[in-house]
């Protein structure tokens, strides 16, 4: 069996604004799991464990609807948490930029999927990147005061070319995630 995740991977430039962010919230001393710097993505499916035999047909439906979309632009735009600022358990920075392209391609990648046995999510398309994840009440009214006082944050857009298929590995020392097929976009 395979754990894999069909996601958008962020670019390295990223990477130290990402690492800013978590050290400001991680300040707040709450009790979180804070996801890896080299980790944080936009996740577009999780399929969880499966039969190694369905990681190419997965990646096959995927790209297929990859090579009709054109690349587009994303951009890391605010702060938040679900379910809310005020009681945060998944702690998330928010993006902006071409929402409908991407979203359009998701709704086909979940059509797509959907065909192949792996059921749409039970809840709307909200592209986030998770940042980390509330384990106790310890310190969770600080990081929401913290969270609620962010400013917008306007970091320069990236241009997303290529999706990933991606296998997690769980350990101890947390996830590894290794690309099983890089998609390129198209048009």
């Known amino acids: 069996m395979i754990r894999a995740f069909l996601a958008i991977d962020l670019p390295d430039s990223l990477r130290p604004q990402l690492a800013l962010v978590q050290g400001e919230l991680k300040r707040s001393e709450a009790d979180v799991r804070w996801v890896p710097v080299g980790n944080i993505h936009l996740t577009l499916k999780f399929f969880g464990n499966l ?14 609807v990859a090579q009709h979309q054109a690349p587009f632009q994303l951009q890391v735009t605010v702060a938040g948490a679900f379910p809310s600022p005020k009681s945060p358990r998944v702690i998330w920075l928010g993006l902006g930029g071409d929402l409908i392209p991407l979203a359009q391609m998701y709704h086909r990648l979940e059509k797509a999927f959907a065909a ?6 039970g809840r709307a398309f909200n592209p986030h990147l998770t940042l980390g994840r509330v384990k106790s009440p310890a310190g969770r009214h600080k990081l929401a005061q913290m969270l609620e006082r962010m400013p917008p944050l306007n970091w320069p857009p990236f241009v997303v070319k290529e999706l990933i298929l991606f296998q997690s590995v769980l350990s101890p020392q947390g996830s590894k995630y290794t690309p ?5 976009l198209g048009k």
């Open 51 to 64: 039969p190694e035999a369905e990681v190419d047909p997965i990646a096959q439906a995927a790209q297929e």
């Open 116 to 121: 192949l046995g792996h059921l749409p999510e």
């Open 180 to 184: 099983l097929k890089v998609i390129p």
